[in-house]
């Protein structure tokens, strides 16, 4: 969950690969980090990037929202390697005294 207009950043350097929208998950950006890894950002009102554009960690990239959600504002978040699901929890720094799941 995340506040409406809370700000959506790239958690690695990467090129924008796609910005498109996908039933069920509204607007989405798709990051190329190169070596098969790709980073997924969904549910955003607007993206400030658009495909083919290099952006670099921690850059904004757009702003959450809840566009294909049903239960309000969000970020969908994925890493992927070679099309695989990873744990993105391996790419963002946890705050000590929070659990991992």
């Known amino acids: 969950k995340a506040k409406a207009g809370d700000a959506i950043r790239a958690v690695h350097g990467g090129e924008v690969a796609r910005v498109l929208w996908i039933r069920g998950f509204g607007n989405v950006a798709i990051l190329d980090h190169g070596e098969g890894w790709h980073t997924v950002y969904g549910h955003a009102a607007s993206f400030s990037v658009e495909a083919g554009q290099w952006v670099d960690s921690g850059s904004q990239i757009g702003v959450v929202g809840d566009t294909g959600s ?16 990873q744990d993105p929890l391996d790419w963002l720094k946890v705050p000590a005294g929070i659990a991992r799941p």
């Open 70 to 85: 049903l239960e309000g504002p969000r970020l969908h978040f994925e890493v992927r390697q070679d099309r695989i699901p």
